[in-house]
């Protein structure tokens, strides 16, 4: 694991997610109530969350409105035991940094 910017401040709006790309990896960041980080990929049929809309810690697939708590990366519709990978995330003086 290690520290990397990812992004300037102020970039991800309040109470909306954010698509990138590190390492290979479409992460998606979350402002709401802080910033979190998870693998933005749906265990459905391979959407993006990251422009899902939030509603508290749950954030819904834009495609088929499957839904994920943001802070544990856990599915809660469906399937029992499911989870996205979820990263430490932080907000330093000069940018956004996630733990990778
Ligand atoms: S791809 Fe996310 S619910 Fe279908």
Redesign the pocket.
Known sequence: MAWKKVAEKNTISSNNGKEFDINGKKIAIFNQDGYHAMDAI??????S?AAGKLDGDIVE??????HYNIKTGELQDYLKGIKLQTYPVEERNDGIYIDL
């Open positions: 749906c265990v459905h049929q391979d959407n969350i697939c834009p495609s088929h409105f499957w």
